[in-house]
């Protein structure tokens, strides 16, 4: 597991998915999550695309699983409001791990206050489902938590939650 | 366009010329009568997540490349989610076919009309969407024809039927983890309990 606090969260993101044999990477756009798509998509390792909503998404790495291939599922929080249906009726019903992938927006020197309230769905939608939940505030921290929280996930057939705060991306700020 | 088809017979031809293909059926009337058109261990039926039967087939076609896999969703279910089919014509998996099943109206919650009823056309919008083989089937010979190229061409294909708002005949087992542990068992990717 990679663990050196020198790498870059993301570089480390990537490494834990690999060594989990995580080859499918769906995501919605997010300028936080950069790092991650660029790397998903520059590594024939990896089969990674964009699905039109977080939900849709969430359908296909339930569908792999299904067909034997482990997924996680990008999105920044704002999108997360669109995935509790499917969380629910898919993923929690039918036993079904999933690992979604939250950048934060809403917190800590968000700019736009369209972000502000639904980023705030995330932690009461996750603890309403039972589905368990993690924020990651420190690059140091990163490799642990994302990998035992795959390895529980695909254990017990749950799906996950973790948040990627700004006290480890450093988030989005205001460019005027 | 010929008189409106009864979805039952189009999932008896269906059922009828199927191998080891997944199956993903989408919530309410369609997978019930995929159900009673006779119950295949590779059938997967959907409960509650409306919209999102051709994103799974998806899933399982990007995760066995070498399996045929067939996703069915009824009108209002896939207008819920049209986005899904520009993923799917931008992923373009060569393994994929899309059936829909059309009767124009949400037949489950009462009948209302779906805007297939005002002219929504799901081959234009697939057509639209990168889905260059989306077809209309006409009449029972012409799905069967059309799943058949569809089976043994390479690339997405879409086929939809205009069908007639004949109640469901049957109905599975409200019963997800047995339905996906069994399926998931059918894809040869889990073992049946205490044979490890």
Request: with cysteine; charged share 20%.
């Amino acid at each position: 597991m990679p663990s050196a606090s020198t790498e870059r969260w993301s570089d480390v993101v990537l490494a834990t998915l690999k060594a989990n044999d995580v080859r499918l990477v769906t995501y919605v756009p997010d300028k936080i999550l950069i790092p991650l798509i660029e790397g998903a998509h520059a590594d024939p390792f990896f089969t990674a695309f964009s699905a039109t909503r977080e939900e849709e998404a969430l359908g296909i790495c339930a569908g792999a699983w299904l067909g034997g291939m482990r997924s996680v599922l990008m999105m920044q929080t704002s999108g997360f409001g669109n995935v509790p249906n499917a969380l629910a009726s898919l993923a929690v019903a039918y036993q079904i791990p999933v690992v979604l992938l939250i950048s934060e927006r809403g917190s800590l020197g968000e700019f736009n206050v369209g972000q502000v309230w639904s980023s705030r769905v995330v932690e009461p939608v996750c603890y309403a489902l039972g589905v368990p939940h993690h924020v990651i505030e420190r690059a140091a921290d990163v490799g642990f938590i994302l990998d035992r929280t795959i390895k529980q996930a695909w254990a017990t057939q749950q799906p996950a939650a973790l948040v990627l705060s700004p006290l480890l991306t450093g988030g989005k700020v205001f460019a005027a | 366009m010929s008189a409106r088809l009864r979805r039952i017979d189009l999932m008896r031809r269906l059922v009828a010329t199927l191998g080891d293909e997944a199956v993903i059926g989408g919530i309410g009337n369609t997978n019930f009568d995929l159900f009673a058109a006779g119950h295949r261990k590779q059938n997967f039926y959907m409960l509650g997540s409306m919209g999102l039967a051709f994103p799974i087939a998806l899933g399982v076609a990007l995760a066995q490349p070498q399996r045929r896999v067939i996703g069915i969703d009824g009108d209002g279910s896939l207008l819920m989610n049209l986005g899904c089919l520009a993923t799917i014509g931008m992923v373009a998996p060569a393994n994929l076919t899309l059936l829909v099943m059309d009767n124009s109206s949400y037949q489950i919650t009462g009948g209302q009309p779906s805007a297939s009823a005002s002219g929504a056309d799901f081959v234009a919008l697939a057509r639209g969407a990168g889905i260059a083989r989306s077809s209309w089937a006409d009449d029972e010979d012409a799905f069967a024809r059309l799943v058949r190229e569809a089976l043994d061409a390479d690339g997405p294909a879409l086929i939809a039927a205009k069908i007639d708002g004949s109640a469901a005949v049957g109905q599975p087992d409200r019963d997800p983890p047995q339905i996906r542990d069994r399926f998931m068992q059918a894809m040869g990717v889990r073992q049946e309990f205490g044979s490890r």
